[in-house]
């Protein structure tokens, strides 16, 4: 799977989840813009799983509307979907 992430997407996910998942079998394009970065299914999964646990935790204001790190969390769960 290849998916397309923008500079915030890319910086969230490496300081949050790949820092602690190091061993990941993935593959990192960058170019000015955007990051692409090639997984396979299950880590996608991983990544959107653990982007909801994320979400539920740190993702909303007292008022229940997303935040900052919401927006990029919601945006990493809908690019990680495999349908």
């Known amino acids: 799977m290849k998916v397309r992430l923008n ?3 890319f910086e969230y996910l490496s300081h ?3 820092k602690d998942h190091l061993n990941l079998d993935l593959k990192v394009i960058q ?3 955007f990051t692409i970065i090639k997984i396979n299914n299950d880590i996608a999964d991983e990544i959107r799983d653990w982007a909801g646990e994320e979400l539920q ?3 909303f ?3 229940y509307n997303l935040n900052k790190e ?4 919601e945006s990493l769960i809908d690019i ?4």
């Open 16 to 18: 949050n989840f790949i």
């Open 80 to 83: 990680f979907y495999i349908g």
């Open 70 to 73: 919401g927006d990029i969390l």
């Open 61 to 63: 204001e007292e008022n």
């Open 7 to 9: 500079r915030k997407q």
């Open 57 to 59: 935790k740190k993702g």
């Open 31 to 33: 170019d000015n813009e």
